[in-house]
């Protein structure tokens, strides 16, 4: 078994990333500039934030976060998104999920420039991505597609069960799973809520992504021997022993899903940090993008 080093491949990225913005200043040009806007006190939005501003800046990034109450109207945050997509200083930004109930995250979105909507969030970009034509990714799936490709994991006609169809993890991911590219071309079968007999499908995976919110639910029984094991989950479970008063929880019972497997992602240290390197990875794409570089 092999661990999906996502801190490792994070750093690499992030060297990659500041090797290319030292050399775009030394020609003259600004950095690029990522903003992330935060609505509310949710406090792992707020972890999440701070985690991709502290990022971009390691890799010479320009990037700021703007903070709102969440008493804020919709008609308010899409002024701000207005601004931001006006603001030929800002390359890409991100609306920081979940939003407060009153907002409509969708008509946020979709009120983001497509060309600046590095989180890919935004209708025209979700289209872009079905029809296999260049659009900004979302994060955590081409998050995981890199960790795939850094890792040489072989995909082709490979049978892939991606467990949760999320708009924003679980359906992009099948979608990138079975474009006909080198690290596509996977058979994808995807599992949600009201998948009947899961285990007869994971049983017979290639490649397990558990995208589904509910700690430690695949379970050893559940996994055939040699698969790959990509765990996306996070659930914070209060626990008074950590300083925090929390630990984190992937959906991946690890400790017996692991010795079967050829390769696994830990949490954390796994999906969450290729999260990061994809977004920085985006910005640097609409950056370049805005710049004909
Ligand atoms: P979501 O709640 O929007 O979607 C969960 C999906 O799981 C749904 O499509 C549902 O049909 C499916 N599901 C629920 N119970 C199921 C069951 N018993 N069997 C099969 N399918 C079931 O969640 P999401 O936003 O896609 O996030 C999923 C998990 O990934 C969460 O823990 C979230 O915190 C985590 N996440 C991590 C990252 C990261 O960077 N690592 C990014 C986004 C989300």
Not at 5 to 13: A, N
Not at 199 to 228: C, H, N, R, S, Y
């Amino acid at each position: 078994m092999e661990l999906l080093d996502g801190k490792k491949i994070l750093g690499e990225i992030k060297l990659e990333l500041s090797q290319k913005v030292q050399n775009y200043i030394q020609k003259g040009r600004r950095a690029p500039c990522l903003v992330a806007v935060l609505v509310g006190d949710d406090g792992a939005s707020q972890t999440y934030v701070a985690s991709k501003e502290r990022n971009s800046i390691e890799c010479g990034f320009t990037s700021r976060a703007l903070r709102f109450d969440a008493s804020m109207t919709e008609d308010a945050l899409l002024l701000e998104i207005e601004k931001l997509n006006a603001d030929p200083e800002v390359d890409g930004f991100i609306v920081q999920s979940p939003l407060p109930k009153h907002i409509s995250a969708q008509r946020v979105f979709d009120a983001i420039n497509p060309e600046k909507d590095v989180d890919g969030f935004n209708t025209i970009n979700s289209g872009r991505l079905m029809k296999g034509m260049n659009s900004f990714v979302p994060a955590t799936p081409l998050g995981i597609v890199e960790l795939l490709k850094r890792y040489n994991i072989d995909t082709q006609g490979k049978h892939c069960v991606v467990i949760g169809r999320s708009d924003i993890v679980g359906r992009p991911m099948s979608i990138l799973m079975s474009l006909p590219s080198q690290f596509g071309n996977a058979t994808v079968t995807l599992c949600h809520s009201k998948t009947k007999d899961l285990k007869q499908f994971t049983l017979q995976a290639d490649i397990i992504i558990a995208a589904l919110g509910k700690p430690e639910f695949l379970t050893g029984d559940m996994v055939k021997d040699g698969a790959v094991v990509v765990d996306v989950g996070i659930t914070r479970i209060d626990d008074n022993t950590k300083k925090s008063g929390f630990r984190l929880s992937g959906d991946v019972k690890f400790d017996e899903v692991a010795p079967k497997c050829s390769f696994i992602t830990p949490v954390p240290g796994g999906v969450g940090l290729m999260t990061i390197a994809s977004l920085l990875q985006n910005t640097m794409k609409a950056y370049e993008a805005k710049n004909n570089l």
